[in-house]
């Protein structure tokens, strides 16, 4: 991809709605950073979106579902999207689950332990990445990487320490 069509296709701004809620310093920090990473490296278009980015993107939650309020560089609005996150609550929790375990295995687990542990934190990261590029196919067109760092943004809005 050349580097007009990349610098279109890319976030610049993730805002959390006020509806998100705050949390404790360290939780904000882990949000700041999460936000940080997506807005550093990521592909990020609205599927059928003619006017091109790049993107400003403002998550909120309403009920249970996270909304994806999408808008030009300039503030213009594109699209809104709804996502359920039903999808998400068993991978969210088996994901937490595990990186207890990581974080608990790191001060007395052996180095091989660890890494078993850390292989399935992975892989949930990467199902949980991947339920949201299923569920937001056809809505936004994002690579894998920028779909993980979603989730870890997703996963961050849950985490209540």
């Known amino acids: 991809m050349h580097d007009l069509a990349r610098h279109r296709s890319r976030l610049i701004d993730v805002e959390l709605d006020e509806s998100i809620g705050r949390s404790t310093p360290d939780i904000e920090h882990e949000r700041a950073v ?16 003619e006017g091109g ?3 400003k993107l403002k998550l909120s939650l309403i009920d249970s579902k996270l909304v994806f309020a999408i808008a030009r560089e300039g503030g213009e609005s594109v699209t809104t999207h709804i996502l359920s996150l039903t999808p998400f609550r068993r991978i969210v929790k088996d994901y937490f689950m595990i990186c207890e375990s990581y ?11 660890i890494e078993a542990i850390d292989m399935g934190r992975r892989g949930l990261h ?6 949201l590029r299923d569920r937001l196919a056809g809505k936004i067109d994002m690579d894998f990487n920028t779909a993980r760092r979603v989730f870890t943004l997703v996963c961050v809005l849950h985490w209540r320490g």
Request: net charge negative; glycine share 6%; charged share 15%.
């Open 34 to 49: 999460a936000i940080f990473d997506l807005i550093e490296e990521n592909s990020f278009q609205p599927a059928n979106d």
């Open 53 to 55: 980015g790049p993107y």
């Open 103 to 113: 974080y608990a295995a790191i001060r007395t687990a052996s180095p091989s332990q």
């Open 126 to 131: 990467n199902e949980g990445s991947q339920t």
